[in-house]
């Protein structure tokens, strides 16, 4: 077994340990590779060892790595900070644009979307800890943006997205964690137009134990699969 296919075995059996301990189904919680920064290869291979999904931080990285077919055999997702320009490169090309963070950028892919005549799935990231150097709506903002769908037939909202405060300690972000899972349960029970809820994302390599405990759906995870990121200077 190759290194990746043996990281993602032991991810699958932390999660289904954590799962049962959370008295969840096994199998509930999704496992999203993060794959930023590795290439085809590497994106290839995890896929074959299993993972639910893809997730891409850079639309350029993203455009690059289909044209390489890298993800073939797994839903793709857009998981970074998306500018309202990029969005063209994604629409109709990611399953799942997982960091919709203002009106504007939904009112952008709605256009785009009505253009391609497809229905695009989206989450709304929400900024969880409130920091002010983070995207994402507030928490407060979360209902009525997703009250707000019912103007778009061309965008169908999933769920949510987080990325909590980094932890200073040890189950840190549980309390993060419990939080976005209420707002996510309050909004799935309204059943606005143009949503379908069924995804909160939330969970990383470092936390996702504690995400599963607190009733995250999607876990997103890159470190863990891959090995440690090689930040290179351009
Ligand atoms: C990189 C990234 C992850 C994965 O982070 P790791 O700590 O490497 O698991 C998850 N979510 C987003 C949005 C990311 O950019």
New binding site residues.
């Given amino acids: 077994m190759n290194v990746i296919a043996e990281n993602v075995a032991r991810i699958r059996e932390e999660m289904a340990r954590a799962e049962a301990q959370a008295g969840r189904p096994e199998g509930s919680v999704q496992l999203l590779a993060?794959t930023?920064m590795n290439g085809a290869e590497q994106v290839r291979a995890a896929i074959a060892a299993g993972v639910d999904a893809c997730?891409e931080?850079r639309v350029q990285e993203l455009v690059e790595k289909n044209e390489q077919s890298a993800y073939t055999g797994a839903p793709l997702h857009f998981?970074?900070h998306l500018q309202k320009n990029k969005a063209k490169f994604l629409v109709g090309v990611a399953d799942l644009i997982q960091?919709v963070d203002s009106p504007e950028l939904m009112a952008v892919i709605n256009r785009l979307a009505e253009k391609k005549g497809v229905v695009q799935d989206i989450l709304i990231e929400v900024n969880i800890g409130g920091e002010t150097a983070k995207s994402g709506i507030l928490p407060e903002q979360a209902d009525e943006m997703s009250a707000k769908m019912e103007e778009y037939p061309n965008l169908c909202l999933r769920g949510f997205m987080t990325?909590p405060p980094i932890a200073v300690e040890n189950g840190g972000n549980l309390r993060y964690f419990a939080k976005m899972y209420q707002l996510y349960v309050d909004i799935k029970r309204k059943k606005y137009d143009n949503t379908n809820i069924e995804y909160l994302s939330m969970g990383?390599?470092?936390d996702f134990a504690d995400a599963i405990k607190e009733g995250t759906t999607m876990i997103?995870?890159?470190?863990?699969i891959f090995g440690a990121?090689q930040y290179v200077k351009k």
């Fill in positions: 993060a930023k997730g931080n998981i970074g960091s990325i990383m390599s470092d997103r995870v890159g470190t863990r990121r």
